[in-house]
Structure formats: C-alpha cells, structure tokens
C-alpha cells in the first residue's frame, strides 16, 4: 500500500461520524432507522450460535462500517412460480465496492480496465470478494462468515465453508438480492417502463462508471443493474421445487450465480431475474460485488 493509502487508513480510523440505516418499509419508502448496526432479522427461533461481541453495537467500528451507506431490507420473501421463499431482515450496500475501498481493505487492486477511486471495482473473482468480506468484517470489529483451512496457489479457498449464523459482512444470497434489486416491483424492470439508461450503466465498451450515477431503486440502491454485474454468494442450480425459507443454494457445485448485468451488456441482461454463471476462479471486467450485512439466521 503507498503512502497516501496509510494516510488514508490512518484518517479514516479516526473517523466516527456514524451513518445511519435507510431503512425500506414494504413499499419501498425510506425512513432512517434509530440505531445503525443492529439488525432485528424477525427470526427469534434459531438456535444458531451468536457472537456477543458482533451483535453488541459498542463493538463495531463505524469509521470501517460507514465506508458504505446501508439500507436496511425487511423480513419478506419472494415468489418464483407456485412457490415462496422467505427471506430475514439484512442490510445491503448502497453501491458497489468501489477501487478506492477494495484497495484500502486489501492492500492491493486487481488491473482494471477503467481506473477511478470512485468507479465499481471489477476483475475480481469469487474467492478475492469473499477474502475481501472477511478482511472488511475483521476491521470494522466483526465476526467472519467464511472459514476455510487454506488458499491454494490458484487462490482457491479449500475446504470452505460459510457461517449463517453470525454477524458478519458476506456477498448476498441470490433471493437477498434480487428482493433488493427489485425494490418492490414486480415489473420485468425496476425502472418499469422509464428510460433504462437513466437507471442503469449498460451497451458501454470502455469500462465501469463512478457508482451512484444513475437513478436509484426505490430502496435507495444504486446499480442494482448495470454498471458491473455483481458475485452472489449461492452455488448455481435450479430453483427448488419446494418453498424455504432464507434459501442459500445448494452446498457444492461448479459455477457461482451473477446477477445484474455489467456496463457492456445490454438491456434484457439488466432484469432482476436474469441469472448467470461463473466458476468462482474467474475474473472479469464487466465483474465485481455488492456487500451484505446479517446477523444471522
């Protein structure tokens, strides 16, 4: 890291303006929530064990947490056919990680194709975004939702396995953020009928733009579509046929899900239903991630 980074470390560690929840309603109004880093998840019935340090407010260290505005999404659930799966209260990012925040977290930036502080951060693969949720969980007084037993030379993460039930920062499960992405609608697009590039960052061939450029979700989100498209946190497979609730995938599988289409896509890959999927080793410049924050289910 060079020196004005340390500089920088060294400002915002003694920083603590604290940043308050937006906090989403049903329908998608913001209102500012009264305390900003617990979460109620509206579940009282799991029996999975909890960090008392992670949920205990005084422990978290705002200057780190308040790099990002977040919103607070309600307990809800979503319907995909016959079906509904029930997703606790958590909070989400306003905006992608940007270089300047990924650079300050891990000493180090991927090549990026179009540099900017302020630009989303791309070229990031799986592994790199989930090293990146557990560094950030660690500075800002957190437990870690990722455990492993080693990197590998190809930076793999073996023997990996992820921890639901603490307080942690973590990429968002598929449901997560499509109710996210959605802001409420039920539109094909969150925008509905209005102009898509007022919205979103899309059909571009230089690279990702500064975040928060374009028109927010009613969430309060911005580049829920476009822009770059973002890692979940699910191994990709089919839906499944039965309703559950906080559904995180299946435990093992070849291909990580994305979602949201990136700044070279066009308009139909923007949709909040649209799905791809990657191996967790790749990398891409039309790639990067969103932050999740839960305190577990």
Not at 39 to 63: A, L
Not at 64 to 89: A, E, Y
Not at 146 to 175: D, F, H
Request: net charge negative; glycine share 8%.
């Amino acid at each position: 890291m060079n020196c004005r980074l340390y500089l920088l470390r060294g400002l915002v560690l003694a920083l603590c303006a604290p940043v308050l929840f937006a906090a989403c309603t049903a329908s998608g109004d913001a209102v500012e929530s009264e305390a900003a880093f617990p979460i109620d998840n509206g579940d009282k019935s799991s029996s999975g064990p909890k960090s008392s340090s992670s949920n205990d407010p005084s422990k978290i260290d705002p200057s780190i947490f308040n790099l990002f505005d977040w919103v607070q999404i309600p307990k809800t659930s979503i319907t995909r056919g016959v079906n509904s799966f029930g997703v606790n209260s958590f909070a989400i990012a306003s905006t992608e990680v940007t270089q300047k925040v990924y650079e300050f977290v891990m000493n180090d930036l991927p090549k990026q194709s179009k540099e900017g502080e302020s630009r989303a951060v791309s070229n990031v693969d799986w592994y790199h975004a989930v090293l990146f949720c557990n560094a950030f969980s660690k500075l800002a007084g957190l437990d870690t939702a990722y455990v492993y037993e080693y990197i590998s030379r190809e930076s793999v993460l073996v023997g990996l396995t992820i921890n639901y039930s603490v307080a942690a920062v973590r990429l968002p499960t598929e449901n997560e953020w499509e109710i996210a992405a959605r802001g409420g609608a039920t539109t094909t697009y969150y925008w509905d009928t209005d102009e898509a590039s007022k919205y979103a960052y899309y059909g571009q061939t230089a690279g990702p733009d500064v975040v928060a450029q374009k028109l927010p979700n009613e969430y309060g989100l911005y580049d829920m579509a476009g822009n770059v498209a973002e890692w979940m946190n699910d191994w990709y497979d089919a839906y499944p046929k039965n309703k559950s609730d906080n559904y995180v995938g299946p435990k093992s599988g070849e291909y990580r899900i994305v979602r949201g289409g990136g700044w070279s896509d066009k308009v139909t890959a923007l949709a909040p239903k649209e799905r791809e999927k990657l191996s967790p080793a790749q990398s891409k410049a039309t790639l990067g991630f969103r932050l999740v924050y839960s305190t577990g289910f």
